[in-house]
């Protein structure tokens, strides 16, 4: 299993490039995840690394042996695609073990390997079957089984969910968090779904516009984001902002004044922007305690245990998860409580996080 660098790694279509020069080292033996928006690259990135697509500048290596001309076939690599690409001619044997017939491999090895990922994925009762015969979770799992009778050193995954439905996604996000702690790969992982990236990776890569916004774990990432654009992609429901403006040791905008703990205030104050953008997650308000803000219920939205409360703080939206035992009428105007230590302040100019 090798480490894997992008050094300066370019990717130009014409006069558009989509990648601009791209570092970024994927360490032995990790489960990474490139998350991002649909257009920031990620998918891009993968299939560079897979050889799908050429490079227009920079170099990839394998530890130190560059593998930016190498052909896929040469690359110990594995893919899985979003749409499956199983052979509806072939049963799902013969699916499975394609890459190993055509590396000529002796048809005992052939037969011990396919048995093995199946009974890994809980499909050897549907080896004999077509593609069409099975569900879309099944093909999916299928489409993962090809991949791994491989062996290969390094495992890529292009949104493998992405066309299954919620309760499907659910189940197979848990048999790959599974199939992740038995296997012992590389593994690179793309999708714009921040739940995937949280549940799955060792390491997540937030990507914007193709470039690398931060990296880190989930917590990292959750807890210490560095700019604005990391605050409200990670994070489920997503976080709140509200324009405000620093002063001394508060923050005050349209409807709300709320306290800057003192390590906070401290940053702010040595801050060249007054101009912010405060972000506050909804978990961070609560119906008793904290900071008071004033909110006007416009929406309860009942999820079981918990419920989304869309409010109104001015004209602004303000997301609250309160238990949903506590139920508010529609609208209802309620002071709630900010949890002052969980307040972010970002440069509204910059969106950097101060």
């Not at 109104?312 to 303000?318: F, I, K, M, Y």
């Amino acid at each position: 299993m090798p480490r894997i660098t992008f050094d300066k790694v370019e990717k130009s279509y014409g006069s558009v490039q989509v990648l601009p020069p791209l570092d970024l080292t994927l360490n032995d033996g990790e489960f990474t995840v490139l998350v991002g928006p649909s257009g920031c690259g990620k998918s891009t990135t993968l299939r560079i690394l897979a050889g799908l697509e050429t490079l227009s500048g920079g170099e990839i290596y394998f530890d130190d042996r560059p593998i930016g001309s190498l052909e896929p076939k040469e690359r110990d690599i594995a893919m899985v695609f979003q749409d499956y690409a199983l052979y509806p001619h072939m049963n799902i044997a013969r699916n499975m073990s394609f890459a190993l017939r055509l590396e000529r491999r002796p048809k005992a090895e052939i037969d011990s390997e396919v048995t093995r990922v199946a009974e890994m994925l809980n499909i050897a009762h549907l080896l004999d079957r077509k593609p069409a015969e099975l569900s879309g979770g099944q093909r999916q799992r299928v489409a993962m089984g090809r991949a791994l009778v491989r062996d290969a050193g390094t495992f890529l995954f292009d949104e493998p969910l992405s066309n299954l439905d919620a309760k499907l996604r659910a189940r197979m996000r848990t048999e790959l968090a599974e199939m992740r702690d038995t296997i012992d790969k590389n593994m690179v992982y793309v999708t714009h779904d921040q739940v995937e990236a949280m549940t799955l990776g060792d390491r997540i890569v937030v990507m914007n516009a193709g470039e690398i916004q931060q990296q880190g774990t989930a917590e990292e990432l959750f807890s210490d984001p560095v700019n604005r654009f990391v605050a409200g992609f990670i994070g489920s429901p997503t976080m709140n902002f509200l324009e405000g403006e620093i002063s001394g040791d508060r923050v005050k905008g349209a409807g709300f004044d709320l306290p800057l703990v003192p390590e906070l205030g401290q940053r702010a104050a040595k801050a060249s922007a007054r101009a912010v953008d405060v972000g506050i997650r909804p978990s961070s308000i609560q119906l008793t305690g904290g900071a008071p803000i004033d909110l006007r219920v416009v929406v309860s939205e009942y999820l079981g245990a918990q419920s989304v409360l869309v409010t109104r703080c001015g004209e602004t939206e303000v997301l609250a998860e309160i238990a949903s035992a506590d139920r508010i009428p529609t609208g209802d105007v309620r002071s709630f409580g900010v949890v002052s230590e969980d307040i972010m302040l970002f440069d509204r100019a910059s969106g950097a996080r101060i």
